[in-house]
C-alpha cells in the first residue's frame, strides 16, 4: 500500500510547471495594474520617490545620508529599536568615474516580544509600553554617544502592516490582524511620540516622526542603499517570505488611481512630480491575487479547506500557497487527506498534535529531510510526533510521502512566488516586452528576506530556478534581461534608519 506512483498521482494538484507559471506571469502583470489603479487595500503608496533613494544621488551630496539615525522596527511579533549608523563616500577608480563606497553599522540594537497579552490591549497601553522600549534604547544613546537633550531626534519607523499615508512622515493604520486588537485609522506617529514623552526624562531629547514605512518598502529601500552600484543592474524590488509574504516595487505615479495618490511626496529638490516613481507597498496576497491563481488551476481543494478553516476566508490566497504562517498547516491537511483516503486508515490512529489544527509546524517540515543533523527521518518523527495508538506507527512509506507532501508544497510556493515576482516587474515597466527595446539594464535584482524563503527545503533555489524558466519561455529561450535575488536580511530596521537622512534631504512637492 502507498506505493510511490500513488503518492506521485495523489499529489498532482500542487504541481506547477514552467509553462503554467509563464502564463501566471503575464496574468499577475495585468491583474497588479488594475489592482494599483482600482484597488482600496492593495497597492498602497509610501510617498517617497524612488529617485533620492538611488546610490548614486546621496553619494553626490557632499556629506549627505552620513550620519547616525534612530529607528525602530514594529513587526507582528517584535519590536526592534536601535541606532543606524550610515557612512559613505566616493572610491577612485583608476581615472575613471569614482565607485560609490557605503557602509552601514548597528548600534545599540535591542528586540522584545510582542506578547499576546499587548497585542489585546488598547493602543495607549501598546504604545506606552513602545515609548518604554524607545526610551531605553535613547538612554543608552545618551550614555554612548553624548546625546544633547535639546536636540530633537528624527526618528524611523517600520511597521508591518498596512497604512494609508499623505506625507512620508505620517501614517493612518488600516485593519492590523495578526493577532492585534487595535481598530484603524489611529495616527501612528502620534501614539509613538506620546508613548515616548511617558517615559523620558528631562535630560534626554524628544523624538520627531522623519518617516514611516510598511516593513516591505523599508527592505526595498535598505536594498537600494545596499546593493552595489553597476551600470548593468538595478536594485529593483523587494519581497518578504517569512510568516507572511509581501513584495514592494518603485511604480509611477500615474499608475495609482487618483484617490491613492498623495498629497505630497519627497522628490530630490528640481524634480517633476509627474515624472515621479513611488514606492509602493502592493500587500500582493490580499484577496486580488486570487483570480489568476484559479484561472490557472492552482488552488485546490486542500487550499480551500485551509481558506475556509481560517480567520477571514477568502482573505490572503496567495499567503496561504506561500507563507510560513500556513505552510506547515497545508502539510497536516494533505497528509491526512493522504492517510485516510490513499491507505485508508482512520485518523483516530495519528498522534494527537496531527489530528490539531496546527500540529505539524512550518518549522518541522522546513527542515524535514534525509540528511538532517537531527538524525533520519523516522527518528525526526518519532521525536515531533508521540505515537500512542497501539496500530499505529512510523513507517517507510509514511516518512517518505509526508517528505514528498513537503516538497511538492515548497516547490509550488517557490513557483508562485517567481511568477508573481515577474508578474510584478512586468507591471512596473521593468521587463521588456518580447521583442521591444531594452535599456541598458540586463539585470535587475531581488532584494528577498524571510525564514521560509530562505530555509523551507529549496525554496529559495527552486525560485531562482523558476525565474530564469519563466523569462526563458517569454523571450523564447533568448532573455535581455535576468531577475536575480540577493539577499536583504534585517531591512525592518535599517531600512527605517535609512530613510530618515532620505526624507530629511527632500523636499515635499
Not at 157 to 176: G, N, R
Not at 240 to 246: D, F, K, S
Request: proline content about 5%; some cysteine; overall charge negative.
Amino acid at each position: 500500500m502507498g506505493s510511490t506512483l500513488e503518492i506521485d498521482k495523489f499529489l498532482e494538484p500542487l504541481a506547477v510547471d514552467a509553462q503554467t507559471l509563464a502564463g501566471l506571469a503575464r496574468e499577475m502583470a495585468s491583474t497588479f495594474g488594475k489592482l494599483s489603479a482600482e484597488s482600496s487595500d492593495m497597492f498602497l503608496p509610501t510617498p517617497i520617490s524612488e529617485s533620492i533613494l538611488a546610490p548614486e544621488v546621496s553619494a553626490g551630496q557632499g556629506d549627505g545620508d552620513s550620519g547616525r539615525y534612530l529607528a525602530i522596527d514594529i513587526g507582528g511579533t517584535n519590536l526592534r529599536v536601535g541606532f543606524i549608523e550610515l557612512q559613505h563616500g566616493l572610491v577612485p577608480n583608476g581615472g575613471g568615474a569614482p565607485s560609490i563606497s557605503r557602509k552601514l553599522n548597528r548600534l545599540l540594537e535591542h528586540s522584545w516580544p510582542i506578547g499576546d497579552s499587548l497585542k489585546n490591549e488598547n493602543s495607549e497601553s501598546l504604545f506606552s509600553w513602545i515609548g518604554n522600549r524607545i526610551a531605553h534604547v535613547v538612554r543608552k544613546g545618551c550614555d554612548s554617544f553624548g546625546l544633547s537633550p535639546d536636540q530633537e531626534l528624527p526618528l524611523g519607523v517600520t511597521f508591518s502592516f498596512p497604512m494609508q499615508q499623505s506625507s512620508l512622515s505620517e501614517a493612518k493604520l488600516m485593519a492590523m490582524g495578526k493577532g492585534f486588537a487595535i481598530t484603524s485609522d489611529l495616527d501612528l506617529g502620534g501614539h509613538l511620540t506620546t508613548g515616548y514623552q511617558k517615559h523620558k526624562t528631562a535630560d534626554m531629547p524628544g523624538i520627531k516622526i522623519a518617516a514611516i514605512a510598511n516593513d516591505s518598502v523599508s527592505t526595498l529601500v535598505s536594498f537600494i542603499y545596499q546593493f552595489p552600484a553597476k551600470a548593468h543592474q538595478k536594485a529593483a524590488m523587494g519581497i518578504i517570505v517569512g510568516t507572511g509574504c509581501n513584495a514592494t516595487i518603485p511604480l509611477k505615479l500615474s499608475s495609482l488611481h487618483e484617490s491613492k495618490r498623495p498629497a505630497s511626496i519627497n522628490v530630490l529638490p528640481g524634480q517633476d512630480v509627474a515624472t515621479a516613481k513611488i514606492a509602493v507597498n502592493t500587500e500582493w496576497s490580499i484577496n486580488g491575487s486570487a483570480p489568476p491563481l484559479r484561472k490557472f488551476g492552482l488552488i485546490n481543494k486542500w487550499d480551500e479547506e485551509l481558506d475556509k478553516a481560517g480567520e477571514i476566508p477568502g482573505f490572503q490566497p496567495l499567503e496561504y500557497m506561500t507563507a510560513g504562517r500556513y505552510l506547515g498547516e497545508l502539510g497536516r491537511i494533505v497528509f491526512l487527506d493522504y492517510y485516510t483516503t490513499i491507505l485508508n486508515q482512520s485518523v483516530e490512529k495519528l498522534p494527537g498534535k496531527l489530528r490539531q489544527k496546527f500540529g505539524l509546524t512550518t518549522t518541522f517540515l522546513s527542515h524535514y529531510h534525509g540528511n538532517s543533523l537531527k538524525g533520519s527521518m523516522v527518528d525526526q518523527l518519532n521525536n515531533e510526533f508521540s505515537a500512542k495508538h497501539p496500530e499505529f506507527e512510523w513507517t517507510k512509506t509514511l516518512e517518505g510521502a509526508l517528505f514528498k507532501i513537503a516538497v511538492a508544497i515548497q516547490k509550488r510556493a517557490a513557483g508562485i512566488i517567481a511568477a508573481s515576482t515577474i508578474g510584478l516587474l512586468m507591471c512596473a515597466e521593468e521587463i521588456p516586452k518580447p521583442g521591444g527595446v531594452h535599456g541598458k539594464i540586463t539585470q535587475l535584482a531581488v532584494g528577498y528576506t524571510g525564514g521560509c524563503i530562505q530555509h523551507f527545503q529549496d525554496y529559495l533555489a527552486d525560485t531562482q530556478a523558476y525565474l530564469d524558466k519563466i523569462l526563458a519561455l517569454e523571450f523564447g529561450g533568448d532573455a535581455p534581461i535576468q531577475v536575480v535575488l540577493h539577499p536583504c536580511h534585517d531591512g525592518g530596521i535599517t531600512g527605517a534608519g535609512i530613510l530618515v537622512p532620505a526624507a530629511l534631504a527632500s523636499r515635499r512637492a
